[in-house]
């Protein structure tokens, strides 16, 4: 079984400013997919940026990076300046890899909660 | 394009009571899935399903059934409600590829107190 950890509850950053979010996970599979979510207060589950782990190149998407470490199954997500709709709260998930006709199932971290601030 | 929609968007149940959690996707995906999300334990699997017609148990399946009688819809009941299900439920729902797997798509949640 997978299990992904989030072991900062809570974060704060000033607008403008850069925040790195942590995640880690642990897995006996070789082929997966990691992602970062996005929920706000109106607690739609926005998909933030993904990963394939055969990919050794950090996904982006604006504003958005990963470090993504195999190796160390480590997977964080860097947030450059800062904005107020930023705030949210963050989780990461992992998916393995299945065949067609198997469900790609996600496991959760608990969650970060992210305040961007004046 | 509406993606996944969830109806209700709240409800507040008495103990013992039933009811019905309705899921639908337009977007013509073949797996759907059931999540509930509680505080300081991110979201959970309930039960999902890889096609009409089919059905399967997640993680926490106790005290929840789910049917699948048409592909754009994925329906989550509760036959007897209790307090311990108090939570958030998401439904989402996912397109398989030969070589990769799409993300999940998120229907906006339903917030279901039971007293």
């Known amino acids: 079984a997978q299990t992904v950890t989030q072991s900062q509850p809570e974060m704060s950053v000033q607008e403008a400013e850069t925040v790195t979010l942590s995640c880690t996970y642990d897995t006996s599979e070789n082929n997966y997919y990691l992602f970062w979510y996005k929920q706000p207060p109106s607690r739609q589950m926005i998909l933030v940026i993904r990963?394939?782990?055969?990919?050794?190149q950090n996904a982006t998407e604006n504003r958005f990076s990963v470090n993504f470490q195999k190796a160390a199954k480590s997977f964080s997500l860097k947030i450059s300046d800062s904005q107020l709709g930023d705030t949210a709260m963050y989780f990461c998930?992992?998916?393995?890899?299945?065949?067609?006709?198997?469900?790609?199932?996600?496991?959760f971290g608990t969650g970060t909660r992210l305040q961007v601030t004046l | 394009n509406a993606g996944v929609t969830q109806t209700p968007k709240f409800r507040v149940l008495k103990t013992g009571q039933s009811m019905t959690l309705l899921c639908a996707q337009d977007?013509?995906?073949?797996?759907m899935y059931w999540y509930r999300q509680d505080p300081g334990m991110g979201l959970r699997l309930i039960h999902y399903s890889v096609g009409e017609g089919t059905t399967a148990k997640g993680e926490v399946p106790d005290g929840y059934n789910v049917s699948r009688l048409k592909k754009q819809n994925f329906l989550l009941g509760l036959e007897s409600a209790a307090p311990s299900q108090t939570s958030v439920y998401f439904c989402?729902?996912?397109?398989?590829?030969?070589?990769?797997?799409?993300?999940?798509?998120f229907g906006q949640g339903t917030r279901l107190t039971v007293v």
């Open positions: 989402a729902s996912s397109e398989p590829r030969r070589d990769w797997n799409t993300e999940a798509f």
């Open positions: 998930a992992f998916m393995k890899h299945v065949p067609t006709g198997t469900a790609s199932k996600l496991t």
């Open positions: 977007m013509n995906h073949e797996y």
């Open positions: 990963q394939e782990a055969y990919k050794q």
